[in-house]
């Protein structure tokens, strides 16, 4: 079973009675720089901080990194890497695309392809479906599989699908300041 990812939403009224406010599958946002990859901007709090209270605040899905004290929500799909075609099409467009649909994202990667990148925040990844290896800057590598965490502090890293189904990763990403 494939899952879909879907976003609820429990807010307060006026009057302090707890509702849901949203209920509905959260669409995916493709882009042909990255094929067989498909990310679900959920929900995402302004930087600085979150804050609750009555209403319904809006979610902040772009840029797709936080900055400090900021949130963001999203899922990704990756398909297996022996079924994804490179890109193809002139680079400077598929840059745009990506700048256009997800802003902030196509920055954060080293040129030359690798898929190596590190940002100024503390992820949150929970696999849900297939697998995925997570390599870092020493070559290392990680199986990660369904019901595995992962917590990134801000580390240059990259994820391979070397598997035979698509991986679907559920991440929390916090806008941090970086020490160095």
Do not use: K
């Amino acid at each position: 079973m494939t899952v879909e990812p879907r976003l609820v939403v429990a807010a307060r009224t006026a009057d302090g009675t707890s509702v849901v406010a949203a209920d509905a599958p959260v669409p995916a946002t493709t882009v042909a720089a990255w094929p067989g990859s498909r990310f679900h901007l959920a929900w995402g709090t302004p930087d600085g901080g979150a804050r609750v209270g009555d209403g319904l605040p809006e979610a902040v899905t772009l840029p797709f990194f936080a900055g400090v004290g900021g949130t963001r929500l999203l899922f990704a799909r990756y398909e297996p890497d022996a079924t994804v075609p490179a890109p193809t099409g002139d680079p400077d467009a598929l840059a745009a695309e990506v700048q256009e649909r997800l802003p902030g994202l196509w920055e954060v990667f080293e040129p030359g392809g690798t898929g190596m990148h590190a940002t100024d925040t503390l992820d949150y990844g929970i696999c849900l479906e297939g697998e995925l290896h997570l390599e870092l800057d020493d070559g290392e590598e990680a199986l990660i599989t369904p019901g595995t965490c992962v917590v990134q502090h801000g580390t240059r890293h990259t994820w391979h699908n070397r598997g035979t189904t698509a991986a679907l990763m559920c991440f929390v990403g916090i806008g941090a300041a970086r020490d160095r």
